[in-house]
């Protein structure tokens, strides 16, 4: 004799790990709608009070700017462009060489961090005179690659790629540092060369630490680029805020400013998808699995 099992299409009993599922995306979908409602919450009380006090005069716009004057500026400014060239134009250069410094000074942060991190002598010998250099305040640096290299973008890229540098060599450094020795002698008894345990251990053990870094790294490297084109430039947005300085135009400031705002978070975002990429072997924290 035969049994046939029917398949039941009831909803599934709370308590269920569907029910709970559905109820933890739910609650993920709730705290992001929050979240999002606060955020501009915030920008409203923030912007609307501004708007508020410069028209009532309880602060100067001559001195703060106002938020409708920047949205005047910034539309001016797409569509007249400014003396060096269009909006657009400088615009891009400071993200060329932006992104070009961010390059160089990642690379070389994460050779340097690796490379000194595995060896204690060459650590100890270029130890003090790596924090000779991070001592230096940038602005002399940038006066300095000005000297030597032009207004052209070459000092920006270098000053850029200095500031992004030592921010990825320490992490890359401490994070070669905090590799758990067990598993690098465990590796070495299976007999994998210096160059695998490197590779495969090394690296992907410190990929937390420098991927960590890369967040606050490129902001440093649009600040390197603009103090670059303070000093001295044809071109690019820090030139611009220094001529709205100079013609005490706030609201030019401001919406230059509101540019760079806006670039930095589009980079921030591009280097998170880059970090759940990389790092998606890893097991998420109690923290990250809650997160947005």
Not at 234 to 247: E, P
């Amino acid at each position: 004799m035969t049994t046939t099992s029917a398949v039941s299409t009831r909803p599934v009993k709370d308590g269920t790990p569907s029910t709970a599922a559905d109820a933890a995306k739910r609650a993920a979908r709730r705290r992001t709608a929050q979240v999002w409602a606060a955020r501009v919450a915030l920008a409203a009380v923030v912007i609307g009070g501004w708007q508020a006090f410069t028209t009532w005069g309880i602060v100067d716009p001559f001195f703060f700017g106002q938020p409708s004057g920047i949205a005047k500026r910034l539309v001016d400014l797409f569509q007249n462009g400014t003396e060096f060239g269009s909006f657009y134009a400088n615009i891009w250069t400071t993200i060329q060489e932006a992104l070009a410094g961010f390059a160089l000074g990642a690379i070389t942060g994460v050779v340097f961090g690796v490379t000194l991190g595995q060896s204690r002598f060459l650590a100890d010998v270029l130890g003090p005179y790596i924090k000779m250099v991070n001592a230096i305040p940038r602005i002399v640096l940038g006066s300095i690659f000005i000297v030597a290299f032009g207004i052209g973008v070459l000092p920006k890229i270098l000053l850029a790629a200095v500031l992004v540098f030592f921010i990825v060599f320490f992490n890359a450094f401490q994070g070669v540092r905090e590799v758990d020795r067990n598993i690098l002698a465990n590796a070495k008894v299976l007999g994998a060369s210096q160059t695998q345990i490197t590779r495969h251990v090394i690296v992907p053990s410190a990929l937390t630490w420098i991927i960590a870094s890369l967040h606050s790294a490129f902001g440093f490297a649009i600040v390197g680029a603009l103090v670059g084109e303070v000093l001295g430039a044809q071109s690019g947005l820090g030139l611009v805020i220094k001529t709205a300085q100079n013609n005490f135009d706030p609201n030019g400031v401001f919406a230059t400013m509101l540019i760079i705002s806006v670039i930095v978070l589009g980079a921030e975002w591009l280097i998170g998808k880059l970090e759940h990429r990389l790092l998606s072997w890893r097991p998420p924290a109690p923290t990250e699995a809650n997160s947005l």
